[in-house]
Antibody, heavy 120, light 111 residues
Framework: QVQLQESGPGLVKPSETLSLTCTVS????????WSWIRQPPGKGLEYIGY???????NYNPSLKSRVTISVDTSKNQFSLKLNSVTAADTAVYYC??????????????WGQGTMVTVSS | QSALTQPRSVSGSPGQSVTISCTGT?????????VSWYQQHPGKAPKLMIY???KRPSGVPDRFSGSKSGNTASLTISGLQAEDEADYYC???????????FGGGTKLTVL
């Protein structure tokens, strides 16, 4: 069973760059779309974007100017960078994917999530 | 403002049935048979309960069912149990530009 684990700083200063990594264990990155999703405290889910194992990416239009998702197949990891953060970016960040190998909103495998707070 | 509209809360007694609606547009819910539903307990990651409008992943009880009519999808939970109390989110594929959109979530209370 594939498992996902997010890691990264829990506190980021305003205007700086949020950086998170998702480590994939129990399986390979090959053939899948790897996504990031976030959830502000007490609020709903927001889709950030994905990277295909080959490296192609696509992002939520509302975040596109600030987001970069990359992949490191040698480490079985993919990463999220969100620049110029503000308090509105404070959220639990999840990595997730669809184990049937597509992107259609049916994320059956999730990481446990990591809380990132933007504050000086 | 979430892309998909859900009621803020619903409630029901043990053994009863409840239905949660999810209204979108022809660009998301109405345009694709890719509606999914997630259950989220406090402090936990979302769990996929329904995908492709009405399919259940392995291990999800058949008390959970999904449907769609036009731009509105629905999740029905029959034979309510205490452990069903949670937040529920709908989700839809929305094309190669918008990608994936979520509803604002519905809090289910089991009375």
């Amino acid at each position: 069973q594939v498992q996902l684990q997010e890691s990264g700083p829990g506190l980021v200063k305003p205007s700086e760059t949020l950086s998170l990594t998702c480590t994939v264990s129990g399986g390979s990155l090959s053939g899948y779309y790897w996504s990031w999703i976030r959830q502000p405290p007490g609020k709903g889910l927001e889709y950030i974007g994905y990277i295909y194992y080959s490296g192609s990416t696509n992002y939520n239009p509302s975040l596109k100017s600030r987001v970069t998702i990359s992949v490191d197949t040698s480490k079985n990891q993919f990463s999220l960078k969100l620049n110029s953060v503000t308090a509105a970016d404070t959220a639990v960040y999840y990595c997730a994917f669809e184990s049937i190998g597509r992107l259609a909103g049916a994320f059956d495998i999730w990481g446990q999530g990591t809380m990132v707070t933007v504050s000086s | 403002q979430s892309a998909l509209t859900q009621p803020r809360s619903v409630s029901g007694s043990p053994g009863q049935s409840v239905t949660i609606s999810c209204t979108g547009t022809s660009s998301d819910v109405g345009g694709y048979n890719y509606v999914s539903w997630y259950q989220q307990h406090p402090g936990k990651a979302p769990k996929l309960m329904i995908y492709d409008v009405s399919k259940r992943p392995s291990g999800v009880p058949d008390r959970f069912s999904g449907s769609k009519s036009g731009n509105t999808a629905s999740l029905t939970i029959s034979g309510l149990q205490a452990e069903d109390e949670a937040d529920y989110y709908c989700c839809s594929y929305a094309g190669s530009y918008t990608l994936v959109v979520f509803g604002g979530g519905t809090k289910l209370t089991v009375l």
